[in-house]
Structure formats: structure tokens, C-alpha cells
């Protein structure tokens, strides 16, 4: 008898492990405690833990979660209506987030930067009622723009890992390249246009 091997290919796991590690949480990680450092040193790192708290833990605690409940498969979410579901959440998270960074005089980068992550959220989750952008390639294009907003030109390497993060996107078969081109326009013009309007 024979079997047929369902084990993925060499670059699929790659990809995977590039997915996982590239994660929009990571991403926000990174973005929020470059801002918060710029925007006040060691008061404006406190800060950005904040934005890390409501824009990263929580979400990935709802996500866990509902992994763990047998509600979706993976962080990734795939299915339309959970996808949704977890949007809202994370909305509503980082609207909690915004209200109290700027009740409490939070510095005003990061609370510039916390809106650029409200109307991207908007924008994919108005997007997702019809089809499936990638998140991935918002969250991290965003990140980048914001970075060469904050810190100059020379953090526009910043898409060569972006640009790394779309092929596993696509080499997992998460996402058609459309899709990947999409988040990143969308992810880039929200943050060139929001962040740096609010700044």
C-alpha cells in the first residue's frame, strides 16, 4: 500500500516560520516602542506599553482564545465572519487605547500613532465584508511608513521585510498576490496620510 506524504515543502515551511515570526503583532511591538522611545524616551517607552497592551496582548489573548474554544484554526484567522468577529475586537481594544492616551496626555506621536492603527483597522475590516486583504502586509507596511516618518529615510529597509512577509503570505496560499499588494498600498497611504497629518 502506498501513502501519499502531506508533509509541506521546504519553502512552505519557511514561510511559515517568516508568517509566524513577522507577525502584525511583532510589527506593533516594534513600532510602538521606536515611537514611544522617540516621542519621550523613557516616559513615552511607558507609554508605548500601554499601546502594546491594547494593540497586541489583548488581541492575541481573544485570538488564543478562541483557538484554544475550537472557534478558528490559527492567528491568522481566516474564515470571513471570524475574521470579522476578531476585527471588532481589536477595534474596540485600540479605541480604548486611544481614549485613554489622550484623556492622560500621552505624547502626541503615539497618540498619532494609535489612530493610524483605528482607520487602518476600519479600512480592512470595511474591506473584509467583501474580501480577504492581508492584514499582514497593512499592519507591516504601516509599521514601516511610520518608522520613516519618525526616524528618516533610512528605515525604508524596512520594506525589504515587508516585501519577505507578502511572499510567505502567497507561498502559504493565505493570500493571492492582489491581496498582498493591496494591504501594503492600504497599510502605507493609511499611515503617510494619518500619522503624519496628526503627528
Known sequence: MSTTST??????????????????????????????????????????????????????????????????????????????????????????????????????????????MIVTLAALAVITLAWKISVHQAVSAGAVVMLVQTYGPWALWGYALVAVVGWSRIALRDHTPAQVIAGTVLGSAVAAAVFAALR
Open 7 to 116: 508533509a509541506p515543502s521546504p519553502h512552505q515551511g519557511l514561510a511559515r516560520v517568516i508568517s509566524e515570526r513577522l507577525h502584525p503583532k511583532t510589527w506593533i511591538v516594534i513600532v510602538c516602542l521606536a515611537v514611544g522611545w522617540y516621542g519621550g524616551h523613557w516616559s513615552g517607552l511607558a507609554w508605548s506599553l500601554v499601546g502594546i497592551l491594547f494593540a497586541a496582548v489583548i488581541p492575541i489573548i481573544f485570538i488564543d482564545h478562541g483557538i484554544k474554544k475550537g472557534r478558528w484554526g490559527d492567528r491568522n484567522v481566516g474564515a470571513k465572519r471570524a475574521r470579522l468577529l476578531v476585527m471588532a475586537v481589536i477595534l474596540a481594544s485600540v479605541l480604548t487605547c486611544f481614549t485613554l492616551m489622550a484623556a492622560l496626555a500621552a505624547p502626541h506621536i503615539l497618540i498619532a500613532l494609535i489612530a493610524s
